[in-house]
């Protein structure tokens, strides 16, 4: 079976830190990754999405930037962090089907 | 108007109650509709999808309404465990989460 995962499960981080969340997926191969953020009383805001190694689509501007170094690896990184990139970030992935697993996602806090 | 719209509730309901959500979305040419849950400090997990017939699984019903473009969930005998988040979300084709929305969610707090 599948199975998706995070880490760390939750960061604080001071402004202007860099940061490196990595995102791994098992049993499956060629999965479309999605790297999403949930800032509090809003809805998951797609950042950006993978389709193979190498290949990251951009959603919306921001301090934030995506690697897919492996087939099952996504990484997601800034330079510097903001304040406003506080948030709850979640990894999902699909295949063929409609059903979009996430994994369990990183609270990341930026003082 | 925002493209996927959510009453946030809370919704506090009895044991038992059956209780019903609505999500309305913006572009006509959508094609995809789900209903994700989300328990609190967790992650977002499927929870049904939603056809064009409408769709029932065990207490919960999924219907679509496209001449007036909104999805519902139903909710029947709801239980403690119901508690959580509902996220509607909507594709504009099968396959198509490049292009996904997520509504905010609507909150269901059943209590005894």
């Known amino acids: 079976s599948q199975t998706i995962h995070q880490w760390p499960a939750t960061l604080v981080q001071p402004v202007g830190s860099p940061l490196s969340l990595e995102c791994t997926v098992e049993g499956t191969s060629n999965p479309n990754l999605y790297w999403y953020r949930q800032a509090a009383g809003r809805g998951l805001q797609l950042l950006f999405y993978s389709v193979g190694i190498g290949q990251i689509s951009s959603e919306v501007p921001q301090n934030l930037s995506a690697s897919r170094p492996q087939d099952r690896q996504f990484i997601l990184s800034s330079k510097k962090l903001l304040l406003s990139d506080s948030g709850f970030y979640l990894c999902?992935?699909?295949?063929?089907?409609?059903?979009?697993?996430f994994g369990p996602g990183t609270r990341l806090t930026v003082l | 108007r925002k493209e996927v719209e959510q009453d946030p509730g809370p919704f506090n309901v009895p044991e038992g109650a059956t209780v019903a959500f609505n999500c309305t979305y913006s572009?006509?040419?959508?094609?995809?509709f789900f209903w994700y849950r989300q328990d609190c400090r967790k992650e977002p997990k499927l929870l049904m999808s939603v056809y064009s017939s409408g769709n029932e699984d065990g207490r919960f019903t999924a219907q679509l309404n496209r001449a007036s473009q909104y999805i519902s969930l139903l909710i029947r005998d709801s239980k403690l465990s119901d508690s959580a988040t509902y996220l509607c979300v909507v594709l504009p084709h099968s396959g198509g989460y490049q292009k996904v929305t997520f509504g905010t969610g609507t909150k269901l707090q059943v209590i005894p």
């Open positions: 572009n006509s040419a959508s094609q995809s």
């Open positions: 999902a992935w699909t295949l063929s089907t409609d059903t979009q697993y």
